[in-house]
């Protein structure tokens, strides 16, 4: 090995991985350690992996991922907040044959925009909803979202989720499952090299359904870390989510081929 | 000639979006203008013309159905009535801010709050002055017939894509319930997804093969480009303002007094010309046809000619009158008369009006 300069080491025969063409360059505006790059990443490779780079329409939420188009080189447009499945859904309406998608975080799909995800989810629209549930705002600076554990400190729980006076946390992926219009739903992770090929599996079949014309609505949520939101570093953060999310929010698939898994 | 039908204002404003080529309606229903989309529903525009109809779970979503399907560069339509228009706000602000083309009917009802289903004109403020947040405009169409419901919607259309800005037809429930006669005109073609993406570049169907994606937002969190941005905008609505203004005039060569009126008012107007000519007195009318951009010029040449008064005659407390003052400057006395919460006035209450507040005040 030692005869190695760094001219062999970067011929393209030796490359292994590079940055699909569909990530622009622009640096991302998350925070270090932040899930949301790396989930922008897969959903952008599977796009180029599918060959639908002119094909595809994606709507950014309100949240962090706000300025999810600066990143994701496809045609974008912003929502206002929570309603980008209503968005979404009428571009596949006008556009039947393109692909189209929604990335939200929890604020933004589970408290201002329910009523959207849960009547697009319903009608059985052909897009795929990309789901990233941190169990916190973590644009506005940390407040209580609909998925905030129990005891959970946030900005406006500052003493934990109180659950009698605030409400328990809400299983929005559960709950779009048992909707006869979901085909395709899932919980996902990207805080680990095996958690992301899972994402991005998961991910591919999701796009690949709506390509397939397959009869109903594919949903992936990616539980993820909000190490500023939660005031953790981001290696602290990521043990945290493990021992403390996961529990609550298990991973896997819910429902597929339009079948709710059967829980043993 | 094009073919007549005995109509109903919202059906004749339904039919019209499928013969201009609408590519889609989104709606939730709401008195007085159900049959919006009732009437869409029941002639199967997706048979007629490929043309798709969505009844959304309420207007928060009909309006961001707008903002993407229109962000494609497809001809997308509302309706709705006045608690509806409030909902979609937010919405009307993004798309605005976006300049995405689209056209929103208000078949305005009685307020505030959830007020009547009866006809009024008080929600003029709110789709004039700007009813949802930032500075913007909508371009503001008032029909004052059920013909003028179904001719509207292709010039709305045409509007909507030639300043890629929002457009409202604002009628009443008066307008949106009578049955006229209307003429109706052609089936226009809808344009194909290829005529579509030849025509608007800026829409978001698609990154073409060797360009740049296109994005639509609201968003700059650069304040400087978002002041730009805004300059942009105003440009716009100054281009607007010197181009696009329409309005009728009704025996205004002779008058002393001029009420200015809109939609059913000025129905009703023309009547009380009518007895007020009877009795001698020299009244005309100003219709306002686009609210805004509005009128100003053809006031302010009646201001000039020594008009003794103007009487703003609008089913509310008083809103286009500020308008009317605002041109006026106080040469001339403006008074206001309306009834509100959905009672029409009738022409001989405007006559009485013009006579204790104009000619006999
Ligand atoms: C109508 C409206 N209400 C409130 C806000 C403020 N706001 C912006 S982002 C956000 C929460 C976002 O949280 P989430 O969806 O969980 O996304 P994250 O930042 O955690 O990824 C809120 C409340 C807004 N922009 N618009
Ligand atoms: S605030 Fe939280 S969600 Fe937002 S970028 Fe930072 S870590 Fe990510
Ligand atoms: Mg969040």
Redesign the pocket.
Known sequence: MSGLTVQDIVKPENLVYKKTDLMTDKTLSYCPGCG?GTAHRLIMEVIEELGKEHETIGVA??????LAYEFMNVDMQEA??GRAPAVATAIKRVWPGKVVFTY??????AA?GTAETIHACNRGEKIVIVF?N?G?????GG?M?PTTLPGMKTSTSPYGREVVAMGNPLKITELVAQLPGTYFVTRQAVHTAVAVRKAKKALKKAFQNQIDGKPGLSFVEIVSN?NS?WKMTPVDANIWMEENMFPFYQLGDIKKDGQLIEKK | MGELKLMKGNEALAEAAIRAGADAYFGYPITPQSEVIEYLMSEKPEERTGMVVLQAESEVASINMLYGAGGTGKKVMTSSSSPGISLMQ?GLSYIAGAEIPCVVANVVRGGPGLGDIQPAQSDYFQAVKGGGHGDYRLIVLAPSSVQEMSDFVPLSFDLAFKYRTPVMIISDGLIGQMMEKVELFDQMDRLTDEEVIEKYPWATNGKPVGKERRILTSLDLDPHKLEKHNHHLQAKYREIEEKEVLSETLHCDDAEYIMVAYGSSARIAQKTIQLAREEGIKVGLIRPITLWPYPKKEIEKYVQKGIKGFLSVEMSMGQMVEDIRLVVEGRTKVEHFGRVGGVIHSPEEVLEALKQKLIGG
């Not at chain 1, 939420?61 to 706000?66: I, Q």
């Not at chain 1, 916190?136 to 506005?140: E, H, K, N, R, S």
Request: net charge negative; hydrophobic share 30%.
């Open positions: 949301h939420p309100v949240g962090c991922s706000v206002a907040h939200q975080g929890d604020g933004d799909l201002i990233i941190n916190i705002y973590g644009m506005t407040q979202a909000c939101g | 937010e």
